[in-house]
Each structure stands twice: as C-alpha cells, then as structure tokens.
C-alpha cells in the first residue's frame, strides 16, 4: 500500500488548491481514503474522508462546504479540492488509508496505518 500526496503551494486568503493523493498497491474502491492536516503545534486533525462503499463523504466541521473530496478509481487518485482558503488552513496535509476504518473513526488519526508522505499548504492573509 502506498499513498502519495502533491499538490500543496502558497496561496493568498479566499484562493483555492487542488491536492492529489496517488494510490497503488490495493483496489482504490475496497478503501476508504482521508486527508488530515498538523500545523505546527498541532494535533493532526481529520479534514476529510470518502468511504470505499458508496463514495460518501465526511468534512471537519472547519473547512465544511469550502472543501470537497473527490475519488477517480480509473486513476487510482484522491482529490481535495480547496476553495475560500484561510490562513488557518495552513499546515501540513496527508492521506492515509487502512482496510480496517470504521466510517464512525474516520477523523482519528491512531486508525490509520498507511500514509502518504504530507504535502505543505500555506495561506498568506
């Protein structure tokens, strides 16, 4: 199993990036796929999770209707794209997957043993 993240950059308040998390090594569509977030600091937080079954979707409370998650199991990728950016969204981003998440432990980082290797977002006010 192996998860690649990219797509993080420098982006003033109110603009938008598109992250990517590139799979391989398992069926995209058996797995459920989150991103998290660590400012530094900070805890890693859950931002987002699509589940493997029926594509449904979970949001933090924080970046809910300004993020959306998105699967291409054709592409073996894992969009989130981010609009309305804030300088609070700054911090390092992740996926990660494990066969074994319940959709109820989808924000909690300890369920999770495989993980990509992080991509930096940075918001300028």
């Known amino acids: 199993v192996q998860l690649q993240a990219s797509g993080g950059g420098v982006v003033q308040a109110g603009g938008s990036l598109t992250l990517s998390c590139a799979t391989s090594?398992?069926?995209?569509?058996?797995?459920?796929i989150a991103w998290f977030r660590q400012a530094p600091g900070k805890e890693r937080e859950g931002v987002s999770c699509?589940?493997?079954?029926?594509?449904?979707?979970y949001y933090a409370s924080s970046v809910k209707g300004r993020f959306t998650i998105s699967r291409d199991n054709a592409k073996n990728t894992v969009t989130l794209q981010m609009n309305g950016l804030k300088p609070e969204d700054t911090a390092t981003y992740y996926c990660?997957?494990?066969?074994?998440?319940?959709?109820?432990?989808?924000?909690?980082?300890?369920?999770?043993?495989?993980w990509g290797q992080g991509t930096q977002v940075t918001v300028s006010s």
């Open positions: 990660a997957t494990d066969p074994y998440i319940w959709t109820a432990e989808w924000d909690m980082s300890s369920s999770y043993n495989y």
């Open positions: 699509i589940t493997s079954s029926d594509g449904g979707t």
């Open positions: 090594g398992f069926r995209l569509d058996h797995y459920n």
